[in-house]
C-alpha cells in the first residue's frame, strides 16, 4: 500500500509550551489510524497543522507526496482532506440537510446535484428523520454525527476524526464503527482519527499511535500498543506489575 | 410609497452583506454617498445623464467595498471592529465631501430641477410617479436577485461563513473570496440607490448623505423584518413607513404639539417589535404561515 500521508519531524509550541514534539508517522492509502494519548498529548494540536488550521514551527507534512505546509484549510480541503472538530461547530441556523449541502458543495458542480447527495449521507448517518431540523436543535451525540457527514460530504480521501464517538452510548458507537468501517471498505477513505473510546479503537484500527506529552512513544497494531510498556506506563502510572 | 420602496431597496442589499453573510456594516452611508455623488457630478458638470452615471456609481462603489473588504478580511478585522472600519469609511467620506468645493462642499451641490410634469426618463427628471416606477422595478429586481443568490452556492457559502468561519474554511470554502463578492455586490447595488436618490431630490448634501443615521435609517428596516430572509427588508420597511406616517396622523389628529412626541411612538413601537419579534416580523410571520423561503 502507498503512504497518503507522510508527516515529518512535526513540532508546535504555544509560548514555550512543547505541544507536538518531534512527531513522525505515515498513513498508508486505505488504513484506519487511531491517534490516542492523555488530555494534553498534542492530538487535537497535530490534527490542526494536518487541515491547516495551524502553522507547524517545523517539520513537513506530505499529502498524496505533496507537500501541504503553510495551505490555508480550505485548500487543504480542496486537495482531499477532511476534518471534523473535536468543540462542534455547526452552522446552527441551518438545517441538518443544509449544513451537509454546504460540504457537498465542494464536489458538486450545481446545488441540486449537492442536495442529492447530502440526503444520502444524512440518511446514512441516521439523521434523516432529522434532516429539516435546525442543527441547533440536535443533541450532542447527533452534532457529532453532523460534523461527520458534513466532513464526508467533501468525499474526502483521507479523513480526520476527532474525538467523535465522545458521548455516545454504547450502542451508538457499533453504529458508527460499522458505518467508519463502511465508509473505509467500500468508498476507500483513508482514516485517522483521534479517539478515547478504546473498545473502538480495539475493534476498527489497523494502526494506533500513541502520543504522550507531545511526543509520538509508540506504534504498531493495537494488540501491539496495548502491551507497550511506555504506554502502560503513561495510561496507567509506572509501578504497574503485569 | 417611493420613500418605502428606497428604504426597502436600499435594505436589500444591506441584508445580502449582513443577513446573508454575517458582516455588519453600520457604514452603508458611503456607498449611496458615493453613488449619488458619482451620477450627480457626471450630470452637473459634463451633462452626462443618469444611465450612464451610474455605471460609474457602481463601479466605484464596488472598488470601495473591495478596498475595505480586502483591509478587513486579510488583516483580521472582525466582528465590531470590522463594524468601525465601516463606520470610519463613511466618516472619511463626509468630512472629506464637505471640503471638496467642485462637488459644493458642505453647502451641498444642486441638480436643474426641470419641470416636474415632463417626464424626461433619459435624464431620470420628471413626475414623482416615474420616480416611483424607477425604484419599484429596482426593488423587484432585487428581490429577484436576493432569492436567486440565496439559493445558489453563493447563498450557502456565506450563511456558512455567518454561521461559523471556522468550519466553513475547513469545508473548502475560501472564505476571503466569498466574503469579498458579498461586500462589493452589496456596495454596487447601494450605489444604485444612491444614483436613484441624488435625481430624486435634486440637491446632495454630505451631512445627509454620508450620516451614520442614513446608515441606521437603511438598516432598520432588514433588522425590523428579519435579517437574512428575503423578504425581510421590504416588510420592514412597509411597516416602518406606515409607522412613521401613523404616528403623524395621530399626533395630527390628537393635535397633540409636544415636540418630540412623534419620535417617542416610534421608538415605542421598533422597542415592541425588537423585544417581542427578535427574528423580525417576517420570520415570526413565515412561521406561522409555514412559508419556506
Same mark, same amino acid.
Given at each position: 500500500m502507498s503512504v497518503l500521508l507522510n508527516v515529518q519531524s512535526l513540532s508546535k509550541s504555544f509560548r514555550g509550551l512543547r505541544a507536538v514534539a518531534n512527531v513522525s508517522f505515515e498513513v498508508e492509502e486505505g488504513a484506519i489510524v487511531a491517534l490516542i494519548g492523555p488530555n494534553g498529548a498534542g492530538k487535537t494540536t497535530i490534527f490542526n497543522m494536518l487541515a491547516g488550521a495551524l502553522r507547524p514551527d517545523d517539520g513537513a507534512i506530505f499529502f498524496a507526496g505533496k507537500s501541504i505546509h503553510g495551505l490555508r484549510p480550505d485548500q487543504v480541503c480542496a486537495l482531499g482532506i477532511g476534518r471534523t472538530f473535536q468543540i462542534v461547530?455547526?452552522?446552527?441556523?441551518?438545517? #441538518?440537510?443544509?449544513?451537509?449541502?454546504?460540504g457537498a458543495l465542494r464536489r458538486c458542480a450545481r446545488v441540486n446535484e449537492a442536495r442529492a447527495f447530502a440526503a444520502t449521507i444524512v440518511d446514512k448517518l441516521g439523521l434523516g428523520s432529522k434532516r429539516d431540523f435546525p442543527a441547533s436543535s440536535l443533541t450532542l451525540p447527533d452534532r457529532k454525527q453532523l460534523e461527520v457527514a458534513r466532513a464526508l460530504a467533501t468525499r474526502p480521501k483521507?479523513?480526520?476524526?476527532?474525538? #467523535?464517538?465522545?458521548?455516545l452510548r454504547p450502542l451508538e458507537y457499533d453504529q458508527l464503527i460499522a458505518f467508519l468501517q463502511e465508509i473505509n471498505q467500500r468508498d476507500g477513505v483513508t482514516i485517522l482519527w483521534i479517539e478515547h473510546v478504546m473498545r473502538a479503537v480495539m475493534a476498527l484500527?489497523?494502526?494506533?499511535? #500513541?502520543?504522550?506529552?507531545?511526543?509520538?512513544?509508540?506504534?504498531?497494531?493495537?494488540?501491539?500498543?496495548v502491551l507497550d510498556a511506555a504506554v502502560l506506563e503513561c495510561y496507567l502510572g509506572e509501578d504497574l506489575e503485569l | 410609497m417611493t420613500l418605502f420602496l428606497f428604504f426597502a431597496y436600499a435594505g436589500q442589499a444591506w441584508n445580502i452583506m449582513m443577513g446573508f453573510a454575517?458582516?455588519?456594516?453600520?457604514?452603508?452611508?458611503?456607498?449611496?454617498?458615493?453613488g449619488a455623488y458619482a451620477a450627480a457630478a457626471l450630470y452637473f458638470h459634463f451633462g452626462i445623464g443618469p444611465w450612464a452615471g451610474l455605471w460609474l456609481a457602481i463601479a466605484l462603489c464596488a472598488l470601495l467595498g473591495a478596498a475595505i473588504g480586502a483591509l478587513a478580511f486579510r488583516?483580521? #478585522?472582525?466582528?465590531?471592529y470590522f463594524t468601525l472600519l465601516t463606520i470610519a469609511f463613511a466618516e472619511f467620506a463626509r468630512i472629506g465631501l464637505d471640503h471638496f468645493a467642485w462637488l459644493g462642499g458642505s453647502g451641498g451641490m444642486f441638480l436643474k430641477v426641470a419641470e416636474r410634469d415632463r417626464v424626461e426618463l433619459l435624464n431620470l427628471r420628471g413626475t414623482p410617479a416615474m420616480f416611483y416606477y424607477v425604484i419599484l422595478a429596482l426593488s423587484a429586481a432585487a428581490l429577484a436577485l436576493s432569492a436567486w443568490l440565496l439559493h445558489s452556492r453563493a447563498g450557502y457559502y456565506w450563511q456558512a461563513i455567518r454561521e461559523n468561519e471556522d468550519a466553513a474554511q475547513a469545508l473548502g470554502i475560501n472564505t476571503f473570496r466569498w466574503k469579498m463578492l458579498a461586500v462589493v455586490i452589496s456596495a454596487a447595488m447601494t450605489a444604485l440607490a444612491g444614483v436613484f436618490s441624488a435625481f430624486y431630490y435634486s440637491s446632495l448634501f454630505p451631512e445627509q448623505l454620508f450620516s451614520i443615521n442614513r446608515s441606521v435609517e437603511i438598516i432598520l428596516g432588514p433588522i425590523i423584518g428579519g435579517v437574512g430572509t428575503i423578504f425581510g427588508p421590504i416588510v420592514g420597511a412597509a411597516l416602518l413607513t406606515v409607522l412613521a406616517e401613523g404616528t403623524n396622523e395621530i399626533v395630527v389628529a390628537f393635535g397633540w404639539e409636544v415636540p418630540g412626541i412623534k419620535q417617542l411612538i416610534y421608538g415605542i413601537v421598533l422597542f415592541a417589535v425588537i423585544v417581542?419579534?427578535?427574528?423580525?416580523?417576517?420570520?415570526?410571520l413565515a412561521g406561522k404561515l409555514k412559508v419556506r423561503e
Amino acid at each position: 500500500m502507498s503512504v497518503l500521508l507522510n508527516v515529518q519531524s512535526l513540532s508546535k509550541s504555544f509560548r514555550g509550551l512543547r505541544a507536538v514534539a518531534n512527531v513522525s508517522f505515515e498513513v498508508e492509502e486505505g488504513a484506519i489510524v487511531a491517534l490516542i494519548g492523555p488530555n494534553g498529548a498534542g492530538k487535537t494540536t497535530i490534527f490542526n497543522m494536518l487541515a491547516g488550521a495551524l502553522r507547524p514551527d517545523d517539520g513537513a507534512i506530505f499529502f498524496a507526496g505533496k507537500s501541504i505546509h503553510g495551505l490555508r484549510p480550505d485548500q487543504v480541503c480542496a486537495l482531499g482532506i477532511g476534518r471534523t472538530f473535536q468543540i462542534v461547530r455547526p452552522f446552527a441556523g441551518l438545517s #441538518v440537510l443544509d449544513n451537509v449541502i454546504v460540504g457537498a458543495l465542494r464536489r458538486c458542480a450545481r446545488v441540486n446535484e449537492a442536495r442529492a447527495f447530502a440526503a444520502t449521507i444524512v440518511d446514512k448517518l441516521g439523521l434523516g428523520s432529522k434532516r429539516d431540523f435546525p442543527a441547533s436543535s440536535l443533541t450532542l451525540p447527533d452534532r457529532k454525527q453532523l460534523e461527520v457527514a458534513r466532513a464526508l460530504a467533501t468525499r474526502p480521501k483521507l479523513l480526520l476524526l476527532d474525538e #467523535v464517538m465522545a458521548g455516545l452510548r454504547p450502542l451508538e458507537y457499533d453504529q458508527l464503527i460499522a458505518f467508519l468501517q463502511e465508509i473505509n471498505q467500500r468508498d476507500g477513505v483513508t482514516i485517522l482519527w483521534i479517539e478515547h473510546v478504546m473498545r473502538a479503537v480495539m475493534a476498527l484500527a489497523h494502526k494506533v499511535i #500513541v502520543l504522550h506529552h507531545g511526543e509520538l512513544i509508540a506504534q504498531g497494531s493495537p494488540a501491539h500498543v496495548v502491551l507497550d510498556a511506555a504506554v502502560l506506563e503513561c495510561y496507567l502510572g509506572e509501578d504497574l506489575e503485569l | 410609497m417611493t420613500l418605502f420602496l428606497f428604504f426597502a431597496y436600499a435594505g436589500q442589499a444591506w441584508n445580502i452583506m449582513m443577513g446573508f453573510a454575517g458582516q455588519l456594516s453600520l457604514g452603508h452611508s458611503l456607498y449611496l454617498g458615493v453613488g449619488a455623488y458619482a451620477a450627480a457630478a457626471l450630470y452637473f458638470h459634463f451633462g452626462i445623464g443618469p444611465w450612464a452615471g451610474l455605471w460609474l456609481a457602481i463601479a466605484l462603489c464596488a472598488l470601495l467595498g473591495a478596498a475595505i473588504g480586502a483591509l478587513a478580511f486579510r488583516y483580521g #478585522v472582525a466582528g465590531v471592529y470590522f463594524t468601525l472600519l465601516t463606520i470610519a469609511f463613511a466618516e472619511f467620506a463626509r468630512i472629506g465631501l464637505d471640503h471638496f468645493a467642485w462637488l459644493g462642499g458642505s453647502g451641498g451641490m444642486f441638480l436643474k430641477v426641470a419641470e416636474r410634469d415632463r417626464v424626461e426618463l433619459l435624464n431620470l427628471r420628471g413626475t414623482p410617479a416615474m420616480f416611483y416606477y424607477v425604484i419599484l422595478a429596482l426593488s423587484a429586481a432585487a428581490l429577484a436577485l436576493s432569492a436567486w443568490l440565496l439559493h445558489s452556492r453563493a447563498g450557502y457559502y456565506w450563511q456558512a461563513i455567518r454561521e461559523n468561519e471556522d468550519a466553513a474554511q475547513a469545508l473548502g470554502i475560501n472564505t476571503f473570496r466569498w466574503k469579498m463578492l458579498a461586500v462589493v455586490i452589496s456596495a454596487a447595488m447601494t450605489a444604485l440607490a444612491g444614483v436613484f436618490s441624488a435625481f430624486y431630490y435634486s440637491s446632495l448634501f454630505p451631512e445627509q448623505l454620508f450620516s451614520i443615521n442614513r446608515s441606521v435609517e437603511i438598516i432598520l428596516g432588514p433588522i425590523i423584518g428579519g435579517v437574512g430572509t428575503i423578504f425581510g427588508p421590504i416588510v420592514g420597511a412597509a411597516l416602518l413607513t406606515v409607522l412613521a406616517e401613523g404616528t403623524n396622523e395621530i399626533v395630527v389628529a390628537f393635535g397633540w404639539e409636544v415636540p418630540g412626541i412623534k419620535q417617542l411612538i416610534y421608538g415605542i413601537v421598533l422597542f415592541a417589535v425588537i423585544v417581542f419579534l427578535p427574528h423580525g416580523i417576517w420570520s415570526a410571520l413565515a412561521g406561522k404561515l409555514k412559508v419556506r423561503e
